[in-house]
């Protein structure tokens, strides 16, 4: 039901209206609803803020924009000041973020303020994505998160988000609130899009084995380079496979366990989809530290275990 309807005028249901109207914790929607509000203030970076380097580096030595420093200003600034958090950890930041002010500390967050910030030049989609634990320990297995979710901007504003019951998708509107647009998104059989991370010349044999399988059954690639817009892809579109692989030189991949795959890892899982970094369920790993990457092979189920199956007999 996308808007409730009362004698002729129809309502959108907004945010914090669904999310109440579902029983979500109250400090849990309230984390919720500051990410939705930091996203207003990070559009408004995106399209008029300085797209230059911001001089620093981040926890794996990546040079920082200007825009993933203020991302990440943006959104620590409503975390810190939400009253219901206790530790925040951010992709653009070193270490774990202590909140000083008063809060009775519900709650921990996880996020990457601006994943894809280096596509902003180009034009592209790019996205925040925001995991989020009950107490104060960020390094516990994804599988133990409360929620997580991603906003999306690209040509519309979208954010879509999980509690632990099904995957709602939301829509920004023009007073810049979200509207519900589609609730319990579901993927359903094979994939009919595959997007494949990282350089192909470095994929291990079993990778190799399964994008050629992908590619002789038909299924699409569509990479943008982006994980969010990558990601959102295979929910919306409700089927696909996207993967950044352990690599030749690369046994981790790229990606981030904490800030990345955990987040979209539990999307997906509770969009009926699967995760995995090729031998393991995304959400069972043991975080090593912050930093922690991993491989990953995400969305159908069907998709993830025949990844898993080529790189068990390729690769043993
Ligand atoms: P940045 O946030 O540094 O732009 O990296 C984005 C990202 O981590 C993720 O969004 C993409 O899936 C991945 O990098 C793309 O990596 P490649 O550029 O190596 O394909």
């Known amino acids: 039901m996308a808007s409730a309807e009362r004698g002729q005028t129809k309502y959108q249901v907004n945010l914090r209206r669904y999310l109440r109207e579902s029983g979500v914790d109250r400090d849990l929607i309230r984390i919720i609803c500051e990410i939705a509000n930091a996203s207003k203030y990070i559009i408004n970076a995106i399209r008029t803020g300085d797209l230059g380097v911001a001089g620093t580096s981040n926890l794996y030595g990546e040079q920082q924009l200007a825009l993933d420093v203020l991302s990440d200003r943006i959104i620590q600034k409503r975390l810190m000041f939400s009253g ?36 902003v030049d180009v034009n592209l989609a790019v996205g925040t994505i925001v995991s989020i634990y009950e107490g104060d320990n960020l390094l516990q297995p994804g599988r133990n998160q409360a929620a997580s979710l991603y906003v999306l901007y690209g040509p519309r504003t979208t954010m879509v988000v999980s509690t632990g019951n099904g995957v709602h998708e939301f829509a920004m509107n023009q007073l810049m609130e ?40 038909g299924t699409k690639l569509r990479y943008s380079g982006g994980f969010v817009p990558d990601i959102n892809q295979v929910l919306i579109k409700r089927g696909g496979v996207f993967m950044y692989p352990h690599l030749n030189g690369l046994p981790s991949g790229k990606l981030r366990l904490l800030y990345e795959l955990n987040p979209m890892a539990y999307l997906v899982e509770q969009a009926g989809g699967a995760a995995s970094n090729g031998k393991q369920r995304i959400l069972d790993i043991e975080p090593e530290g ?26 043993g």
């Open 84 to 119: 219901v958090v206790a530790k925040m950890a951010s992709e653009e930041v070193d270490e774990i973020v202590e909140v000083t002010v008063p809060t009775n500390g519900r709650y921990s967050v996880a996020f990457d303020p601006l994943d894809g910030s280096s596509l």
């Open 178 to 217: 979200f509207d519900l647009v589609q609730e319990n998104i579901t993927l359903e059989g094979p994939a009919r899009i595959y997007a494949p991370g990282g350089l192909r010349s470095k994929y291990t044999e079993g990778t190799e084995k399964f994008v050629r399988s992908l590619e002789a059954s």
């Open 290 to 315: 912050l930093d922690h990457c991993a491989p990953v092979f995400i969305g159908t189920q069907e998709s993830v275990a025949l990844a898993e199956q080529f790189i068990r007999e390729q690769e």
